[in-house]
């Protein structure tokens, strides 16, 4: 059974980096997949983060483009999210996810994934 699961989340100042990891067997198991980042904060409706696919494509929301980096490890199996200059407002639980058969141009679409992780906390204080 094809599984992620994240690691890494923390408790770091505003201005500050974390980097999460997603181990997962989706690199392996598929030619075609899609996977990504993705969080979702108290009180609030789960939100697209970023994602990429097995072509290597990127996709970022506007909320984290130019701080945030999305990058898969295909020989260690494992998607990162390089997280800088976090502000508190990036507090959330942060979830991975991953679909087989690729992204379709939806990389931001939750609707389009159906395996998901426990999730790992991220809080970043002021």
């Known amino acids: 059974q094809v599984q992620v699961a994240e690691s890494g989340g923390g408790s770091v100042q505003a201005g500050g980096s974390l980097r999460l990891s997603c181990a997962t067997s989706v690199f392996t198991s598929y030619s075609a997949y899609c996977i990504g980042w993705f969080r979702q904060a108290p009180g609030k409706q789960r939100e697209a983060v970023a994602a990429t696919d097995h072509d290597g494509i990127l996709a970022y929301a506007d909320s984290v483009k130019g701080r945030f980096t999305i990058s898969q490890d295909n020989v260690k199996n494992t998607l990162y999210l390089y997280m800088n200059s976090l502000k508190p407002e990036d507090t959330a639980m942060y979830y991975c996810?991953?679909?087989?058969?690729?992204?379709?141009?939806?990389?931001?679409?939750?609707?389009?994934?159906?395996?998901w992780g426990q999730g790992t906390q991220v809080t970043v204080s002021s």
């Open positions: 996810a991953a679909e087989s058969g690729g992204c379709f141009a939806k990389y931001l679409d939750q609707r389009e994934y159906t395996i």
